[in-house]
């Protein structure tokens, strides 16, 4: 059992925080819109019209649990906005007491009132949250969609044991919860239309969790034709880390891990709990997990949080060794990191830090000189600070900056760091750290952050890098500076901070995370 509790905390534990026609009219102005499975009616919230709790597939319930997306039951009558089920999980500031409810497959729409003349790019978004927690619902996408112009669809998809479950000879082992995504999708390609979208026109987009997700799509012969662009945010296909980097104790490891070792972990797990799931004599391992209660499934979801490739269409290979041989879809790119990514990570180590021995747990001793000349603890006002900086450079900055690298040499890709220290997420010392930059691109559980006049000035000009992106797959546009696509040999883009913090400014990310010293090394 001690290997499978190494898996306990995952990499990304932090994150905070995928063809009707309308009922009258060419665009989802009015109340009630035909879906390819029934009627639903909006909600007005400001100037956008919202439809909550759209089923997209089948709930995976019963024989469905670890099956493959199925298709929606249609409905009649007309189905009202409602806030859909999260996804099972433990409890967590998202979702604060929890749920048990897998049936949880939903999506919200979010459309501008205003008419259009011709149809609107789609924004899909997929939610952070370690893979084992984390809702649709959390993404209030009125200010994205109207200031931008744009649909946006937020989506809702298996996570934890659910979702990344395997079992030998189970089909689909560990990809549930990505299959999710690509149904998701698959729904946005049937119905954009309905809701003044195009088709032609989507974006999938996502931070954390949802980064890593939609770089894992970027290389999935499964999702080819869902999508024309995409958004990485803190998230991407070399995301990884080193022994003791993000907690004490933890083995270097990645979240794309080869289905055999989902699959043996499944079997470990199960033999493990067998008591408490309450097997019956003869009953097969499997019936027995799909007959087990939620809740008793739940308290051990994060058993699975990493993604299997190799047994499934799905993801075929890692996304990582798919991206580095150049295995992706020819999209344009936007991907970035926030500037102190791994600050919330800190406390885990405690409050008196030993730098020298971290960075040598880390790294081993024969490297961790080099680290230590190029992050020496006299540039930094405490321990934690020079830490968090070696952490943020070495297993966020620098791993996306392969990724865009990598991606660089096919297609126009758009690196970016957000660099507002003072967020209205952020906790005192945190700067801008993991997650800060989501109230500046939507209402967090319908929540307007308090932001400053200058915060709000970079929350109108990242709203309108991002769906100018979307619309046509370059940011640039009036009222804010020129961004130029990230040249191959190093990872330059857009540093995004208000003006009383510097403003927007050109940063090359490869020089300022020391990537250079970190490719070395690993």
């Known amino acids: 059992m001690n290997r499978l509790r190494r898996r306990l905390v995952p990499a990304v534990a932090l994150a905070l925080v995928c063809v009707g026609v309308l009922v009258s009219g060419a665009s989802a102005a009015s109340d009630v819109v035909r879906t390819d499975a029934g009627l639903v009616r909006g909600t007005s919230v400001g100037e956008a019209r919202v439809f909550n709790g759209i089923p997209f597939a089948a709930p995976p319930v019963g024989e469905l649990r670890w099956k493959a997306p199925q298709p929606v039951r249609p409905w009649d009558g007309v189905r009202e906005s409602v806030d859909a089920n999260a996804c099972p999980q433990q409890a967590n500031p998202e979702v604060p007491n929890g749920s048990t409810t897998e ?34 619902g959390n993404y209030e996408a009125s200010k994205l969609a109207t200031r931008g112009d744009v649909v946006v669809v937020t989506v809702n998809y298996r996570l934890g044991i659910f979702g990344f479950f395997g079992y030998p000879g189970l089909p689909g082992s560990g990809t549930y919860g990505l299959q999710d995504q690509q149904a998701a999708l698959r729904w946005v390609q049937q119905n954009a239309r309905a809701f003044g979208g195009d088709p032609r026109n989507v974006t999938v987009a996502g931070e954390s969790a949802g980064g890593m997700s939609v770089c894992a799509h970027l290389t999935s012969p499964t999702a080819t034709g869902l999508f024309s662009k995409a958004i990485m945010q803190s998230g991407s296909c070399a995301f990884n880390w080193d022994d003791n980097s993000q907690y004490p104790g933890q083995a270097a490891d990645s979240p794309w891990v080869p289905v055999r070792t989902v699959q043996s972990t499944g079997k470990e797990w199960a033999a493990a709990n067998h008591d408490k799931l309450s097997c019956r004599p003869g009953q097969s391992t499997l019936d027995c997990l799909r007959a087990a209660k939620s809740d008793v499934l739940v308290q051990e979801t994060l058993q699975f949080t990493q993604v299997g490739y190799g047994g499934t269409a799905t993801v075929p290979l890692s996304p990582a060794k798919a991206m580095k041989a150049g295995l992706f879809h020819r999209v344009p790119m936007m991907s970035g990191n926030n500037h102190d990514e791994a600050t919330p990570w800190v406390a885990a180590f405690g409050e008196i830090m030993d730098y020298p021995g971290l960075v040598t747990n880390m790294v081993g001793k024969a490297q961790a000189a080099k680290v230590l000349r190029e992050y020496p603890l006299d540039r930094y006002e405490s321990a934690a600070a020079a830490w968090a900086a070696v952490t943020t450079d070495r297993i966020w900055s620098c791993t996306q900056a392969a990724t865009d690298l990598q991606a660089a040499r096919k297609v126009p890709v758009y690196a970016y760091e957000f660099a507002d220290k003072h967020s209205p997420l952020a906790q005192p010392g945190q700067g801008a750290a993991h997650a800060m930059e989501l109230p500046y691109l939507f209402r967090l559980g319908g929540w307007d952050a308090p932001l400053s006049e200058t915060q709000q000035v970079l929350s109108n000009q990242m709203i309108d890098y991002w769906t100018t992106f979307a619309r046509t797959g370059d940011p640039n546009g009036p009222d804010r500076p020129h961004w130029s696509p990230t040249r191959t040999r190093a990872a330059t883009g857009l540093s995004l901070a208000p003006t009383d913090q510097g403003g927007i400014q050109r940063v090359n990310l490869t020089t300022e995370h020391h990537c250079d010293l970190w490719a070395g090394i690993n």
């Open 103 to 136: 049936d949880c497959l939903y999506l919200n729409v979010t459309v501008p009132k205003k008419p259009s003349t011709k149809p609107r790019a789609v924004v899909v978004w997929i939610p952070g949250g370690g893979f084992f927690m984390g809702t649709a």
